[in-house]
């Protein structure tokens, strides 16, 4: 599988602030994808980082809070806008892996503090 | 109907010992699955994929059973270093992977000396 690294690994921000997570695949990847874990909570995605093409969201997120930039097939960058504290989470990028037998494959994720 | 349900545990058991967890989905058109494993602050990694007729990988067997849409995840001779939570997750839309994934919320397993 390729190798795929996020930015920050963690960071503690002041509410109303925003923050760009970045996220790096080697090799080329047909989708990129976002979740979120909330202490004590499972993957809950985000949208999927569409390449070319704006992303597409999931109930409950949307472009105005949560935009993304996917502008080639190894990078995305997710920005978490006029944070609270309820932003408070892990947010981790995906990449699918086309080879194989549909596997995804995480980065290792953003630890986000909201004070 | 949640989409993907385990039983969250935790589940303690000794070295050596036999667990298996359960796992249910609503979509009874899903056509992959898979066990991935989430260590304490790290991401989920991906354990086995859950093929048709069931599959094997060293001391973890998973089986899949479509009519009653239940995975199941066993692991024999457990070890401390299995100590971890098993993230049930299932593909809902097909084989394709350009899908997003629908995560379980884990069933936590620790091992004790």
């Known amino acids: 599988s390729a190798v795929i690294s996020q930015k920050p690994s963690r960071d503690i921000c002041q509410r109303g602030t925003s923050l760009t997570i970045q996220c790096q695949v080697d090799?080329?990847?047909?989708?990129m994808f976002w979740y979120r874990q909330q202490p004590g909570q499972s993957l809950t995605l985000i949208a999927t980082a569409n390449q070319g093409s704006e992303a597409t969201y999931e109930s409950g997120f949307v472009i105005d809070k949560f935009p993304i930039s996917r502008p080639n097939l190894t990078f995305s960058t997710l920005t978490v806008s006029n944070m609270s504290p309820e932003d408070s989470s892990i947010y981790l990028c995906?990449?699918?892996?086309?080879?194989?037998?549909?596997?995804?494959?995480f980065g290792p994720g953003t630890r986000l503090t909201v004070l | 109907r949640k989409e993907v349900e385990q039983d969250p545990g935790p589940f303690n058991v000794p070295e050596g010992a036999t667990v298996a967890f359960n796992c249910t989905y609503s979509n009874s058109a899903s056509q992959s699955f898979f066990w991935y494993r989430q260590d304490c602050r790290k991401e989920p990694k991906l354990l086995m994929s859950?093929?048709?007729s069931g599959n094997e990988d060293g001391r973890f067997t998973a089986q899949l059973n479509r009519a009653s849409q239940y995975i199941s995840l066993l692991i024999r001779d457990s070890k401390l270093s299995d100590s971890a939570t098993y993230l049930c997750?299932?593909?809902?839309?097909?084989?394709?992977?350009?899908?997003?994934?629908?995560f379980g919320k884990g069933t936590r397993l620790s091992v004790i000396a």
């Open positions: 090799s080329q990847v047909t989708m």
């Open positions: 997750v299932v593909n809902p839309w097909g084989l394709s992977g350009n899908t997003p994934l629908v």
């Open positions: 995906s990449y699918y892996q086309a080879s194989s037998y549909n596997e995804q494959f």
């Open positions: 859950v093929y048709s």
